[in-house]
């Protein structure tokens, strides 16, 4: 491994990015960057202070004042924000039918990109690599990534995931009110960001019929390909 390996990961919602990239960060070694919880703890802000979410300008402006602190350790992955644990708040139903608002601003997008670029570089440093998931990571934040995979996964897949994780279960009617958050947030956040299709050197890793471990496995085994030294 190099002194510093920035691991990338993107894919839809469900696919597996956040628990598969902590376990991949936890198993290396390394730190953990959640990017959609950026987009997650501006939104609690915006909502928090009454903001127009639709005003593009003003959630700019509080991307700009954001006071985020966000923790780069697997094992604790904390978000504050102005001194306030949101870790639990950002995934509220209220937080989750607003994000797309706020993920789709290009300005807010260009702010956070910067602040992911440095607290990734800050991770690296300190642990001697990052593995960063989330939207636009493999394609525009982090292009030049050592390691760069999309998880995909099927619609149903994707969303009975989603459903244990919200309701605790993946029957009928927790299923569909889920859909609304995986199928709606993928649809809006296409229009900003390109997550479904594996750019140029971009390794697809489908988890459809992978468990978490089978997953993690799955990423570790590309992370080896691309860290390997090369015969003499």
């Not at 703890?41 to 915006?46: H, K, N, P, S």
């Not at 570089?121 to 990534?145: H, L, S």
């Not at 889920?178 to 956040?189: A, I």
Request: glycine content about 6%.
């Amino acid at each position: 491994m190099t002194a510093t390996l920035t691991i990338a990961i993107d894919g839809p919602s469900g696919s597996g990015k956040s628990s598969v990239s902590r376990a991949v960060a936890r198993r290396l070694g390394v730190g953990y960057l959640d990017t959609g919880a950026m987009y997650r703890a501006l939104t609690w802000w915006c909502l928090e202070r009454d903001l127009d979410l639709t005003d593009a300008q003003a959630v700019a402006a509080a991307a700009r004042e954001l006071p985020l602190d966000i923790g780069t350790d697997p094992d604790d992955p904390t978000v504050s924000v102005g001194g306030t644990d949101v870790s639990e708040a950002i995934r509220s139903t209220r937080v989750s039918t607003a994000v797309s608002a706020v993920a789709t601003n290009l300005e807010v997008r260009s702010v956070l990109r910067t602040l992911q670029r440095d607290l990734m570089a800050r991770a690296a440093e300190q642990t001697g690599g990052v593995v960063a998931e989330g939207r636009d990571i493999t394609t525009v934040v982090a292009p030049d990534a050592r390691v760069r995979v999309l998880l995909t996964a099927s619609e149903e897949a994707r969303l009975r995931r989603r459903s244990a994780e919200l309701h605790g279960t993946a029957d009928a009617a927790a299923v569909e009110a889920t859909r609304d958050q995986v199928v709606r947030r993928d649809r809006d956040d296409s229009t900003v960001s390109t997550f479904t299709e594996a750019a140029e050197g971009v390794v697809l890793v489908d988890t459809s019929e992978l468990d978490l471990d089978e997953s993690v496995e799955a990423v570790l085994d590309v992370v080896a390909a691309h860290t390997a030294e090369p015969a003499e």
